[in-house]
């Protein structure tokens, strides 16, 4: 069958999961997309753009779009030319942390309310999220002075659902390169960098390993899609000839190199719904080192929790200093939590996202 994905914000982990949900999927998706900035503005008039760009929507048998972007607006716009819609939310405007300085604009929210009315199918890509955006939801509501729809609680609840997303590595053995032990361990930070992953806490982490005379190397990746945040910049200066990388890797090929020759990834996030960038590092061989909240709990196996999740900036330091101070004790445990990411290759949950498709084409036969 034939459908249509609408990427309003084609960059990161959207754009990883475009490409590879369509590499991989036995159907023809043809992909239209905006570019990775103004995420605001994405919201509010991508719908416009694809409504004029794409020229013969009711060829499809179904859209698939993620959720920065009014589907209500769009469907609006095409009327009986909309396929049925299924939406993916990678994140969702009720619960994400707003920035320092900003309050929330209530038009995001209602705008992710209606595009879920709107879809006839919904997913999540954790169960955490989900839970969040489902906890934050009656309390938006209940802001509304009067006249209160109680009522899209549950029709939205009825049609959402959790499917974690593909990773871009195959499934089989983790056939992980060996720590070479005689330089300094190499630090991974491999995230967006933005207020809600929490460089400044990042590090003042490596700032306590400094402290105590540690050496280690360090490689920042992860996308910056404005201007670079402070503490990138002052960490350019403190760390000097530590930083063996600094900025975004565009080749694929480079950037899993560096997650190969890691000893350990690093996350200080307040938000993150998922984490690819983390489910790849660790797949590659790095030891993770995550906060005991968000979707990290689901990532990581319950026998390896003690080890990889902390709570509080003192036992991540204090995890961190021990790990740059004594990897080898970390081997084994690398090689098992590197086996238990194949999980999430697009070769083993493929077969889901189709059956997905599937049953979305299936609803307009019935109707």
């Known amino acids: ?29 043809d992909l239209v997309t905006l570019p990775a900035r103004f995420w605001k503005w994405r919201m509010r008039g991508a719908a416009l753009y694809f409504a004029r760009k794409v020229k013969n929507p ?65 997913l999540f890509n954790s169960k955490m999220h989900m839970n969040a955006f489902f906890d934050s939801l009656p309390g938006f509501i209940g802001m509304m002075p009067e006249y209160q729809p109680s009522w899209v609680i549950d029709r939205i609840r009825a049609k959402a659902s959790v499917l974690y997303p593909g990773c871009n590595y195959p499934r089989g053995p983790a056939n992980l390169r060996p720590w070479d032990l005689s330089i300094p361990p190499l630090v991974i930070w491999n995230h967006r ?43 350019r200066e403190k760390y000097g000839e530590r930083i063996v990388q600094y900025g975004y890797e565009p080749s694929t090929q ?43 709990p689901e ?28 990897p080898e004790k970390f081997a084994e445990k690398r090689q098992e939590l590197a086996s238990h990411m194949e999980r999430y290759s697009w070769q083993l949950v493929i077969d889901k996202y189709d059956k997905e498709l599937d049953q979305l084409a299936a609803l307009s036969t019935v109707q």
């Open 299 to 326: 990532l990581i196996p319950l026998e390896y929790q003690d080890d990889c999740l902390y709570r509080s900036q003192e036992e991540l330091e204090e995890k961190l200093s021990f790990l740059l101070r004594k």
């Open 193 to 235: 960098w933005e207020f809600d992953k929490r460089p400044e806490i990042f590090f003042a982490a490596l700032d306590g390993v400094l402290s105590i005379d540690l050496k280690f190397r360090l490689a920042l990746l992860g996308e910056n899609f404005q201007v670079v945040p402070k503490p990138f910049l002052s960490a």
């Open 1 to 29: 069958m034939k459908f249509l994905f609408l990427e309003p914000f084609y960059g990161g982990s959207h754009r990883n999961f475009a490409d590879g949900w369509i590499r991989h999927s036995r159907h023809k998706i």
């Open 254 to 296: 480079k950037y899993l190199e560096w997650l190969k020759r890691g000893v350990v990834v690093v996350s200080t996030a307040i938000q993150e719904n998922f984490g690819i960038s983390v489910v790849e590092a660790i797949r590659h061989g790095c030891y993770p080192l995550l906060p005991n909240s968000l979707s990290y």
């Open 58 to 122: 009711s060829g499809y048998d179904g859209l698939i779009a993620s959720s920065l972007m009014s589907l209500s607006d769009l469907k609006a716009l095409w009327a009986a030319d909309c396929p049925n819609a299924l939406v993916y939310f990678h994140e969702n405007q009720l619960s994400y942390p707003l920035p320092p300085g900003e309050t929330m604009d209530y038009q995001f929210g209602f705008t992710d309310i209606t595009t879920c009315l709107a879809a006839e199918r919904l």
